[in-house]
């Protein structure tokens, strides 16, 4: 079975600190993606990537920004921390034709 | 623009109670409809892929059918194991008629509790 590993659970976060959440895939999938996760509004694209050193925008990239210099990793950066981006945040990755597989989740606290 | 409505918002059934789960889609071109089960604190897994009206798609207690306007996830005889939120997502084309990379539109889900 596919793995995404996202690096960590849970993480709390002081404004305007730079935050980096690190996600690895193990299947070779081409395409990875960032959601965050909130009551009310469902699941929303912050980036994806569709290849090494490739990334779209997705829905609500404010604020945020991506890297991936490896296939299996994609990182996204959270340039300066605000408190509005206390979320749940959900990386995933898909091989052609397929649905996504999602990591576990970090939850971020920004106080 | 890509919508995805489900409803109902949340759902409380007895052990046994059979019902559906509804998810409303507004896509310019179809690609693939996927569902998705989340437990709390976790992240969403996969159950089913739709791509044209008409199919269906069954696991144990669960199906999924499809049409060109919704889809409904039935779920027969459920046990409080099925507890969970139920995600619907829509993968669309992009506006030249190509994949658009695999993103998924989702719908805010359905909080099903199933009780004993």
């Known amino acids: 079975d596919v793995k995404v590993t996202q690096s960590s659970r849970y993480l709390v976060k002081r404004t305007g600190e730079k935050v980096f959440l690190e996600c690895v895939q193990d299947?070779?999938?081409?395409?990875m993606f960032w959601y965050r996760q909130d009551p009310g509004l469902g699941l929303r694209l912050i980036y994806f990537?569709?290849?090494?050193?490739?990334?779209e925008k997705g829905d609500i990239p404010e604020g945020y920004s991506v890297s991936r210099e490896k296939k299996e990793r994609f990182s996204l950066i959270l340039e300066s921390a605000s408190t509005n981006q206390t979320s749940m945040y959900l990386c995933?990755?898909?091989?052609?034709?397929?649905?996504?597989?999602f990591g576990s989740g970090t939850r971020l606290t920004v106080v | 623009e890509d919508q995805v409505t489900q409803s109902p918002e949340a759902l409380r059934l007895q052990e046994g109670e059979s019902s559906s789960l509804n998810c409303s889609y507004t896509?310019?071109?179809?690609?693939?409809l996927f569902w998705y089960r989340q437990d709390p604190g976790k992240g969403p897994e996969f159950l089913f892929t739709?791509?044209?009206a008409g199919e269906e798609k069954e696991k144990e207690r669960l199906k999924a059918t499809l049409t060109k306007k919704e889809s409904f996830l039935h779920i027969t005889a459920p046990k409080p194991e099925d507890s969970a939120t139920y995600l619907c997502?829509?993968?669309?084309?992009?506006?030249?008629?190509?994949?658009?990379?695999?993103?998924?539109?989702f719908g805010q889900g359905t909080i099903l509790t199933v009780h004993p």
């Open positions: 995933a990755s898909r091989a052609h034709r397929d649905g996504y597989t």
């Open positions: 299947m070779d999938h081409e395409n």
């Open positions: 990537s569709y290849d090494v050193k490739m990334k």
């Open positions: 896509v310019s071109g179809l690609r693939g």
């Open positions: 739709l791509y044209s």
């Open positions: 997502a829509v993968k669309a084309t992009d506006n030249a008629g190509g994949t658009s990379y695999g993103k998924l539109t």
